[in-house]
């Protein structure tokens, strides 16, 4: 998942995702180190405090759900926060099986035909966001801002390093040291043990953004089934090693665990106070 907006219609970050780029709001990307993402540890400027007082920011547990439901929830939440109504918010989901495409992706990096993934029911949706393509399930922390960026900062740039640093501390939470990233390989990163300079994805961006209005977000690898991933190059990346916390941690790691210490650091980075809503 990838890419970003300006107060137009725009690209989502080409991640957060699961893995793509930074655009500007004049839809420029951020400078990429170049070479291989997975030899490589370019550090992704700090993301810059919020200028405005802290906001409410609504926290919606949808539990477990398919894509597409999900997917118009945003749309309608969208709308609302245009037309002036709803409340800011925070949707996290675990989704069923599902590869979604980016609008700069190519049916070429899924790596399964059609009628194999139908029959496994796995969903394969194109989407408005930026980016390539990429993998959500079960086992896999999915977060959508909803978020009106005037009570902000209206900066796209601050906005997709700061669901980066979202992720960065929650890992850092349960003792995973791990490194945002911006350019062609936009995402959060560790360096692999015994690995020599390896290093392996956990998590990836694709945000986008209407009139400064955010959807579309960030997933976190918690405990997903890894062998998943190889049906696609995930966000276009050929070579990378997806990992996950459990992996790394080395014990199962339930969303249960994880969610409440990502919502922490949401709104410590965000400095944004949440309150817990009914959908």
């Known amino acids: 998942m990838s890419d970003a907006p300006s107060t137009a219609p725009h690209d989502p970050l080409p991640s957060a995702a699961p893995h793509d780029p930074l655009p500007s709001a004049g839809g420029h990307s951020l400078p990429s180190a ?7 540890s370019p550090r992704a400027p700090r993301p810059l405090a919020p200028v405005v007082p802290p906001r409410r920011v609504r926290v919606v547990d949808l539990g477990r759900m398919a894509y597409r439901p999900v997917w118009d929830l945003q749309h309608a939440r969208v709308e609302a926060r245009k037309a002036g109504g709803g409340a800011d918010e925070l949707l996290l989901v675990e989704h069923e099986p599902v590869l979604t495409l980016g609008r700069r992706g190519g049916e070429g990096h899924i790596l399964r035909p059609g009628d194999e993934l139908a029959a496994a029911g796995i969903d394969v949706v194109a989407i408005e966001r930026g980016g390539d393509v990429t993998y959500h399930g079960p086992g896999q922390l999915v977060a959508y801002p909803i978020l009106d960026l005037h009570g902000f900062r ?17 890992l850092a939470a349960f003792g995973i040291a791990a490194e945002a990233r911006a350019g062609a390989d936009t995402g959060v990163w560790v360096l692999l043990e015994d ?16 009139r400064w209005i955010t959807y579309h977000g960030v ?12 049906w696609i190059v995930p966000c276009g990346l050929s070579g990378v090693t997806t990992v996950s916390m459990a992996g790394l941690l080395g014990r199962p790691v339930a ?17 944004a106070t949440l309150d817990p809503s009914p959908v």
């Open 219 to 230: 997933a976190l690898n918690v405990d997903p089934d890894l062998g998943h991933f190889d």
């Open 34 to 40: 170049g070479g291989d993402p997975s030899t490589r």
């Open 154 to 170: 209206t900066d796209v740039r601050w906005y997709s390093l700061s669901l980066l640093d979202v992720v960065v501390r929650t």
């Open 255 to 271: 969303i249960d665990e994880v969610r409440p210490v990502f919502v922490a650091a949401f709104a410590e980075v965000f400095a």
């Open 195 to 210: 690995a020599g300079d390896r290093w392996g994805k956990i998590a990836a961006l694709g945000v986008r953004i209407e």
